[in-house]
């Protein structure tokens, strides 16, 4: 990049404006450009993003970016479902789950979360996961979170009745699965959509339905378009 023949590095500046260095001289200049650089306006991302951005749902990382392709965790999330949800924080002075110590990022939406019964955690005891003398569950605040996780915490943070269709709508969420009815129930209401059969290990049925995927991780976009789309419900 250059300009009059000298290199140039654009950045972000101050209140809308984009930083110019010409040389050695930053030069500020009015700057009409998306929240953030990596979210152009027309990404299919850039409305859910912004969308939660302008709530304060949602932030971005110190570069200017929001890095819409990378993984979300479970804690993450956890805060985004208890903004969105316009809770009161909470606070307890014991910790329900044995990796998230109070006063840690996460530590007052994970316990919001908690309280409300949109969350829970994995018994002690596995790998790594040794149990204390209250025998308190784990939640993994840092694992990434699923599609179907994701999916069963929208809707249960927003109280819709759970729908359980004979005939599923995905070829990979079978009625009695862990998260089949949340996964309907968010299908119904226009929040999540699926992938097209046909694909390496995903055969068409006899109705061509898609597959969801529910064990994937869920990137930061597509969790923000599953959030927003909620929200957004009349």
């Given at each position: 990049k ?25 030069v500020?200049v009015?700057?009409?450009a ?5 979210v152009p306006f027309d990404?299919w ?11 304060e ?13 990378n ?24 910790p329900?789950?044995?990796?998230v110590?109070r ?30 003398s209250?025998n ?7 694992a ?11 809707v249960?943070a927003?109280?819709?009745?759970l729908l ?13 699965s ?7 129930t968010?299908a ?26 529910p064990?994937?991780?869920a990137?930061?976009?597509?969790l ?6 909620a929200?957004?419900?009349?």
């Amino acid at each position: 990049k250059s300009l009059g023949g000298q290199p140039i590095d654009p950045a972000p500046g101050p209140n809308g404006t984009l930083v110019v260095t010409v040389g050695a001289d930053p030069v500020y200049v009015e700057w009409n450009a998306p929240r953030y650089l990596d979210v152009p306006f027309d990404s299919w991302a850039y409305p859910f993003v912004d969308y939660l951005a302008e709530r304060e749902i949602i932030g971005g990382y110190a570069d200017g970016t929001f890095r819409p392709g990378n993984p979300a965790t479970r804690g993450q999330f956890a805060k985004m479902a208890a903004l969105g949800a316009g809770w009161t924080l909470l606070d307890p002075a014991s910790p329900t789950f044995a990796d998230v110590a109070r006063g840690s990022t996460f530590y007052s939406y994970i316990e919001t979360a908690y309280g409300r019964g949109v969350i829970q955690g994995y018994a002690c005891g596995g790998p790594n996961e040794p149990c204390d003398s209250q025998n308190r569950p784990y939640f993994r605040p840092g694992a990434n979170i699923t599609r179907g996780q994701i999916s069963k915490i929208i809707v249960l943070a927003e109280g819709w009745a759970l729908l359980n269709p004979a005939t599923p709508t995905f070829a990979d969420i079978a009625p009695g699965s862990t998260f089949y009815q949340y996964v309907e129930t968010a299908a119904a209401r226009g929040i999540i959509n699926g992938y097209a059969c046909g694909g390496d290990g995903e055969p068409c049925d006899g109705q061509n339905r898609p597959y969801f995927r529910p064990g994937n991780n869920a990137t930061r976009a597509q969790l923000s378009k599953m959030l927003a789309l909620a929200l957004q419900q009349p």
